[in-house]
């Protein structure tokens, strides 16, 4: 299914690199964070959404 699976840390990843891996659906993934996780508990410290 082309997808891929990271251990927390294991690769460090900017916010660019998550926004490049995303690719096109990184503005959906910014929306759903903001709507289903507005209280940031979700992967906060590897700050994928970082100022998303």
């Given at each position: 299914m082309g997808g891929y699976k990271?251990?927390?840390?294991a690769i460090p990843f900017s916010k660019k690199d998550w926004q490049q891996h995303s690719g096109r659906v990184w503005g959906n993934l910014g929306n759903a964070?903001?709507?289903?996780?507005?209280?940031n508990l979700l992967t906060p410290s590897q700050g994928i959404?970082?100022?998303c």
């Open positions: 990271y251990s927390v840390n964070k903001r709507r289903y996780d507005p209280d959404f970082a100022n």
